[in-house]
């Protein structure tokens, strides 16, 4: 459930509130996250916008087998998450959904309260370059570079640390499969770099 204010009364802040409750099943654990986001945001001309939120969830893990790692062990039952994040974001993008030129930039920082502690940085950036078309316009053939980079504290739970492995992040590798590996499981990584370059033709 989430509710959207583009300009709360009548300023030029965006508020965004969301409801959530999801079950995700893992290889080697069942995850249940309750909670809720709120965040303020404020644009700043027609391209960068900058917000920060408050996110707070109760996160169950279960399902998983013994013997298991002690970071899995040590997140099992009900523990809670509490995050203040701040962002920043330059978008240059020609269309938000296919685009075919600009480029995309995010850096944000997350300070955790709650059961753990913890502070996460992400770094993110995507540009889009459009090498050729056929003679009407269309059939756009589009070059995308991007990078990300990741480091968080070492007492970050295992279900708030990085991987990497699928379409989206590193081709090639199931979804989750790169990683440290403990015990045959992947207990998530405290600093994730990743870079790539994509070609592809458009049908229309």
Do not use: C
């Amino acid at each position: 459930i989430s509710f959207r204010d583009p300009y709360l009364f009548e300023l030029p802040v965006g508020l965004n509130v969301n409801g959530y409750q999801w079950n995700r099943y893992y290889y080697d654990w069942r995850e249940q996250r309750s909670g809720g986001r709120f965040g303020l945001g404020k644009q700043f001309g027609i391209q960068s916008y900058a917000d920060v939120a408050f996110r707070v969830e109760d996160v169950s893990i279960s399902g998983f087998k013994y013997p298991a790692p002690a970071a899995l062990l040590d997140v099992a039952g009900h523990t809670t998450l509490s995050t203040f994040r701040a962002s920043y974001r330059i978008d240059t993008r020609d269309n938000p959904f296919l685009p075919s030129a600009g480029a995309y930039y995010e850096t944000a920082i997350e300070q955790a309260v709650g059961t753990y502690i913890f502070t996460k940085g992400t770094v993110e950036g995507r540009k889009y370059f459009t090498t050729g078309s056929r003679p009407d316009g269309s059939g756009k053939r589009v070059l995308t570079v991007r990078g990300f980079f990741g480091a968080t504290s070492r007492d970050t739970p295992i279900y708030e640390r990085f991987y990497a492995g699928n379409l989206n992040s590193l081709r090639g590798f199931q979804f989750r499969g790169v990683g440290p590996f403990v015990m045959t499981v992947n207990t998530g990584g405290v600093m994730e770099a990743l870079t790539s370059v994509r070609s592809e033709e458009r049908r229309v």
